[in-house]
């Protein structure tokens, strides 16, 4: 059990995190997103969000707060990881159910890491003929990243640390969390 009055340390299933990432620093990095996507998307007809499940889901949460101008939302699931490292397998769980022709498509991620998730999603979308496809998300790994698909728009940069919370999960525990923690040395199996 946590300690409310404790964020600085957390322990989920056999690992401990601490905080790396303060959500007021996380609710900056949005809206600085936000910023960006209300001057390039106001004078656009009728842009749809697709929120990535299952971690995309604060961010797209906080960041549709922030939008200016009409959007529609959707999601689809995809899912490459397991435990703490990426399986190198993509595998589409949940499609979308409306046509997407002539849209102007923003897809919302929580983490861009080697990118093979996100190549997956826009080669995919790309068969649907949008009129165009950018890419938002809230943290991006540039020194893991191994694709060409351009990161459209970035919330924060980090290094290659496992990551939990505001979304974010280790084998499913953490995403209520609103501080964004890293992995320590401790407890490590």
């Known amino acids: 059990m946590r300690n409310p009055e404790n964020r600085e340390f957390v322990r989920l299933h056999d690992r401990t995190f601490r905080v790396m990432i303060p959500a007021e620093r996380i609710d900056e990095a949005v809206t600085a997103v936000a910023a960006r996507l209300n001057a390039d998307y106001a004078e656009r007809p009728v842009p749809l ?3 990535v499940l299952n971690g995309a ?3 797209l949460s906080d960041l549709m707060k922030k939008l200016e101008f009409d959007c529609e939302l959707s999601f689809v699931k995809l899912a490459s990881y397991s435990g703490t490292s990426s399986t190198g397998k993509v595998k589409s769980l ?26 997956h999603m826009v080669r995919e979308l790309e068969g649907l003929r949008p009129a165009s496809i950018a ?55």
């Open 57 to 59: 889901f604060m961010f």
């Open 94 to 119: 949940i499609g979308l159910n409306g046509s997407i022709e002539g849209r102007h498509v923003v897809i919302v991620e929580d983490i861009v890491d080697t990118g093979e998730s996100i190549e």
């Open 49 to 51: 969000f697709i929120g």
């Open 135 to 189: 890419v938002c998300t809230l943290f991006f790994k540039p020194g893991s990243y191994s694709r060409q698909v351009p990161i459209d728009y970035r919330a924060l940069e980090i290094g290659n640390e496992f990551i939990v919370g505001y979304g974010l999960d280790y084998d499913q525990l953490g995403r209520n969390l609103k501080d964004v923690y890293v992995v320590t040395g401790e407890g490590q199996a």
